[in-house]
């Protein structure tokens, strides 16, 4: 019982504090150094004589608001599959994607848009925040229902920073074409959670076994936050690309490849479920993975027989890995991975990232024509060959995944601070750890929580 109230005093001070100190140092920042960009601000608007119909407004809102719809729902019921754990996976989304994409717009204003002493803010701004956000949210779901409010947001202060840096490494220094993110979002988010997970890792976690699994109505809001995620990710991975042709191309590529991901997604569960049963995970996730495997290649000339190809492989491998990966993953590895991002985000990262490289490697002047200089610059001014791109675009996977591997790290020594309020291992999976749960009895809901266990020293 001493155990339980110094872990509800803890509670009741840490998040509140913690979100009214993120809050106000993020208000002090935009106060000091964030400003309208050209297009928002009314003297630079109106004093370029500019007509209102070619504001940015008018074509980027569009994909603003699908992604949006994709970060704060999508992504918030995708994770709700858990019996237990439907508040604290729609809440925290909620919570940590608020914080991010404040946070997200600090970081990559300063390596991206800072002039004049000054972040100037606009459409584009917004879009790249919630990308920063999205990635946040994948390493969420490698670590969902083990750690508490305070450890997410910390995860997102430092998350923030490292993917804003990998991002500017990989787009403005290395020059590397990745407009859907196939590297600088998921495979960053999913391997950045991935260890993060293996640093938190909890030995005794099968005092909460019984909580893990999903029940009729909780994958039922899962497939929700499904069905809106692979209707909007055609805007995901164009919602930045130039404006044309380019734009076109991509969501013309995401459409095929997520339609073709989602049928052998349905071939390969059918196979290796029993009796031939479907199973309702790998349609949640896997369908999915067709608009991660063509973030990187997405605006290229991939076709629309590469887009289906390319949606197909990463729908197969993204199933298989649920069946057979993700039990090697904790049995042999020690990466406790709730959501399953390794096979959803993780590989099917990777496999984007590698058919960037082969596809950037094709790029030539008689196929792209004029659109060349739109979708690879430096080869259409003759500073760097299709080779040479595509070497430069491997090296870009390798720096995200040194970035996610090493930032973890760091993560975790952090979030494994004792001062900072965890669900133990009986109680992981639960909501009413953080949550007024209603419709419950006072004694039959807190019953299960008044026991206190000893922590896995992580």
Avoid at 60 to 70: A, E, L, T
Avoid at 223 to 233: D, K
Avoid at 331 to 352: A, E, R, W, Y
Wanted: aromatic share 12%; proline share 3%.
């Amino acid at each position: 019982m001493a155990g339980s109230s110094r872990r509800a005093a803890s509670r009741r001070l840490q998040l509140p504090l913690l979100c009214l100190v993120f809050q106000g140092a993020t208000a002090v920042l935009f106060a000091v150094f964030v400003r309208y960009d050209q297009e928002t601000d009314p003297a630079f608007w109106h004093g370029g004589n500019h007509s209102n119909v070619d504001n940015v407004f008018y074509f980027r809102y569009p994909s603003f608001q699908d992604v949006h719809v994709m970060v704060f729902v999508g992504f918030g019921f995708l994770m709700a599959f858990l019996q237990r754990y439907g508040f604290s996976s729609v809440g925290f989304t909620f919570l940590l994607a608020a914080f991010a994409l404040q946070w997200s717009t600090l970081v990559q204003g300063f390596l991206h848009s800072f002039r004049g002493g000054y972040i100037h803010v606009g459409m584009e701004s917004m879009i790249n925040a919630d990308f920063g956000a999205g990635a946040v949210l994948i390493s969420f779901g490698a670590i969902l229902g083990r750690t508490g409010p305070t450890q997410l947001l910390l995860m997102a202060l430092l998350e923030v920073v490292l993917f804003g840096v990998n991002e500017f490494v990989l787009l403005s220094l290395l020059r590397v074409r990745d407009a859907g993110g196939s590297m600088t979002i998921h495979t960053f988010g999913a391997y950045f959670g991935l260890v993060l997970s293996r640093a938190l890792y909890r030995p005794r976690l099968e005092k909460s076994k019984h909580r893990q699994g999903s029940v009729y109505h909780s994958d039922l809001f899962a497939m929700i936050g499904t069905i809106f995620l692979w209707l909007f990710w055609p805007s995901f991975n164009s919602a930045l690309t130039t404006r044309g042709d380019g734009q076109h191309r991509t969501a013309l590529n995401t459409y095929y490849s997520l339609s073709a991901s989602t049928l052998s997604t349905f071939a390969l569960s059918a196979l290796v479920g029993g009796d031939g049963r479907l199973d309702m995970v790998h349609i949640q996730n896997a369908a999915l993975a067709g608009g991660v495997v063509v973030g990187t290649s997405g605006e290229m000339m991939l076709t629309p027989f590469g887009a289906l190809a390319a949606g197909f492989l990463a729908g197969t491998v993204s199933t298989l890995g649920y069946k057979f990966f993700t039990p090697v993953l904790e049995s042999k590895f020690k990466i406790q991975d709730t959501c399953g991002v390794h096979n959803l985000h993780g590989m099917p990262g990777i496999l984007g990232a590698l058919l960037g490289v082969l596809v950037a490697g094709l790029a030539t002047h008689e196929a792209y024509g004029d659109g060349l200089e739109s979708v690879f610059p430096l080869i259409a001014e003759g500073q760097r060959g299709a080779t040479s791109q595509a070497i430069h675009q491997l090296l870009g996977l390798f720096v995200t995944l040194t970035f996610a591997s090493v930032g973890a790290g760091l993560g975790g020594l952090l979030l494994k601070l004792p001062c900072l309020d965890s669900p133990p291992d009986s109680q992981c999976f639960e909501d009413q750890v953080y949550w007024e749960v209603p419709g419950e009895h006072e004694e039959e809901a807190q019953g299960p929580l008044r026991t206190e266990e000893p922590d896995t020293q992580a």
